[in-house]
């Protein structure tokens, strides 16, 4: 919420084509993450960061990759090896301040396979 | 791996009735968090537990962590059609990640 920007809002894959969501943030946090939520479900764990130059998996890794080359910058590729990637991907960041470990969110990435 | 739960998964309420949702976790949480997602929206933090046995309220949402810190509660009073939307805990064992719930959604009818 306010200061975590994800785009585009809707994107569509074609059959074994490579994706790239971004996610930006202004918010001076240190650790980010990435989050895939099916419809009626909760969400699950793809990938997060704790600091620049270091990630780590979640739990429903597979198919997917990220980079963090910058604070504010973590984008997540969704690559054609993700059978299934119709999905709404959700970008969050993770205060270190007093308010640690409150995680803030974007608007949302929604994917569809064409 | 660890595993958070939430009943009822959905409940439709008039407005007015109250409206519980419970979340019990398969493992001893350090904290507990609670996050709202309207529809077509993205979660937002609504609070923070990290006591054993820690009550909260916010105007009429009264949350509760267990003695055992594995389950936790979020109790509406007199639901309002802007209480719609899904309800999430989630739960952590230290401060890198959080596991969510699955949620459960209200709907209040007018």
């Known amino acids: 919420d306010g200061g975590i920007t994800q785009s585009p809002k809707y994107l569509f894959r074609k059959e074994g084509q490579n994706v790239t969501l971004s996610c930006e943030q202004n918010?001076?946090?240190?650790?980010m993450y990435w989050y895939r939520q099916d419809p009626g479900q909760g969400l699950r764990l793809i990938y997060y960061s704790q600091i620049v130059n270091d990630f780590q998996k979640g739990d429903i890794a597979e198919g997917y990759s990220v980079s963090r080359e910058k604070k504010e910058s973590f984008p997540l590729t969704v690559t054609s090896a993700q059978k299934n990637p119709t999905a709404f991907y959700l970008c969050?960041?993770?205060?270190?301040?007093?308010?640690?470990?409150?995680?803030?969110f974007g608007a949302g990435t929604r994917l569809s396979v064409l | 791996g660890q595993q958070v739960m939430q009943i009822p998964q959905y409940q439709h309420v008039q407005e007015g009735e109250d409206f519980t949702t419970y979340c019990n976790s398969s493992?001893?949480?350090?904290?507990i968090q609670w996050y709202k997602q309207r529809p077509g929206g993205h979660p937002v933090f609504l609070i923070q537990?990290?006591?054993?046995?820690e009550v909260k309220k916010q105007k009429r949402l009264t949350f509760q962590f267990g003695e055992a810190k594995k389950n936790s509660s979020l109790h509406i009073t007199a639901t309002q059609t802007t209480d719609v939307g899904t309800y999430f805990c989630?739960?952590?064992?230290?401060?890198?990640?959080?596991?969510f719930g699955t949620g459960t959604r209200l709907l209040v009818s007018p």
């Open positions: 969050a960041s993770r205060s270190s301040g007093v308010d640690k470990n409150i995680q803030y």
């Open positions: 493992t001893t949480l350090s904290n």
């Open positions: 989630a739960g952590g064992t230290g401060f890198q990640k959080l596991v």
């Open positions: 537990l990290v006591k054993s046995g």
């Open positions: 918010l001076n946090h240190d650790a």
